[in-house]
Nanobody, 124 residues
Framework: QVQLVESGGGLVQAGDSLRLSCAAS????????MGWFRQAPGKEREFVARIGRMGRNKVYADSVKGRFTISRENAKNTVFLQMNSLKPEDTAVYYC?????????????????WGQGTQVTVSS
């Protein structure tokens, strides 16, 4: 069982940066690949980024590639999402998720645990 808590969201202007954090409970954090998803009102939850268990494999949605960077510190049970050059269309609730499966997936239904989300609002 894993509990995830996101933090770092806020209100920023277009072009600004934010760094989201996701703290996980337990001592098995390194057993999980971690993903970031986001959901805007009236829209489906969409994939943002994924990082492998050892932090070597990274996958990004095309919409954020080159602007967002996912990273993790396994010793601190934390995954990060550095968001640069933010755009109004990045506005959403951002969720982190843990995936115990060994294969890479960007499908939200394949993730086992979810945080409650942190709001990111980007004004124009």
């Amino acid at each position: 069982q894993v509990q995830l808590v996101e933090s770092g969201g806020g209100l920023v202007q277009a072009g600004d940066s934010l760094r989201l954090s996701c703290a996980a409970s337990g001592r098995t954090f390194s057993s999980y690949a971690m993903g970031w998803f986001r959901q805007a009102p009236g829209k489906e939850r969409e994939f943002v980024a994924r990082i492998g268990r050892m932090g070597r494999n990274k996958v990004y949605a095309d919409s954020v590639k080159g602007r967002f960077t996912i990273s993790r510190e396994n010793a601190k049970n934390t995954v990060f999402l550095q968001m640069n050059s933010l755009k109004p269309e990045d506005t959403a609730v951002y969720y982190c998720a843990a995936d115990a499966q060994p294969v890479t997936t960007t499908v939200s239904g394949h993730y086992d645990y979810w945080g409650q989300g942190t709001q990111v609002t980007v004004s124009s």
